[in-house]
């Protein structure tokens, strides 16, 4: 009887340090698995954040370019048909046609420019 509660023992010294060290690895794999899986997320949500990102900035930029053109437009427009801007009206124009020319505007609004430059308007 005596060697019965040996043996029983002795199993149940062995066998449970295995279902502890069984559960423990069961429980790090999840754990793993979980992590890995939040991480694919954060990088599509990163990805599709960036690409986002880029195309707000584009359709910022021609949003500016096409703000720039209109307003050079109509105010070289009013110049060229007798209206004699102020000093400071004068020095905004050149700086919106710089910004103009900075963003990838280079049209007639270059033409119409010089031309007034020639001038003497401007």
Sequence with gaps: MESIFIALISGL????????ATLSTNKQKKFDTVEKNIKKELDVVQNNLNGNISKVK???KEESLNRCKAD?????????????????????????????????????VDDMFERLKKEGKL
């Excluded at 007798?82 to 910004?99: A, F, M």
């Design 13 to 20: 010294c062995v066998a449970i340090p295995n279902i502890i």
């Design 58 to 60: 584009t359709v910022i």
């Design 72 to 108: 050079l437009i109509n105010a070289m427009s009013r110049i060229q048909n007798g209206y004699v801007p102020t000093e400071e009206e004068r020095r905004i124009l050149i700086e919106e046609k710089e910004q103009y020319n900075k963003l990838g505007g280079n049209s007639y």
